[in-house]
């Protein structure tokens, strides 16, 4: 399905994409982008040659999860 028929603002999401692909701004490390609206994912887009199942280094991200996760099962008295 087109994305304009999933996405409020098409046009946007397009410029975005583009800009990822010239590496504009800087985004030429960005390896994928989602995008849900409405509980859908309206664009899975991957660059750089990464593709759907490729693992990505998560870095920080996957501490700052985790932290978040276990503080919430500690209030929760688990």
Do not use: C
């Not at 660059?47 to 991200?61: E, I, T």
């Amino acid at each position: 399905m087109p994305l304009s028929e999933n996405s409020k603002k098409p046009e946007k999401i397009e410029e975005l994409i583009k800009q990822i692909k010239s590496e504009k701004y800087a985004w030429g490390k960005q390896d994928s982008l989602l995008i849900y609206q409405g509980g859908k994912l309206v664009v899975e887009e991957y660059f750089n040659g990464y593709r759907r199942n490729d693992p990505h280094p998560l870095a920080s991200v996957s501490k700052s999860i985790t932290s978040l996760l276990i503080g919430g099962l500690i209030t929760e008295g688990k």
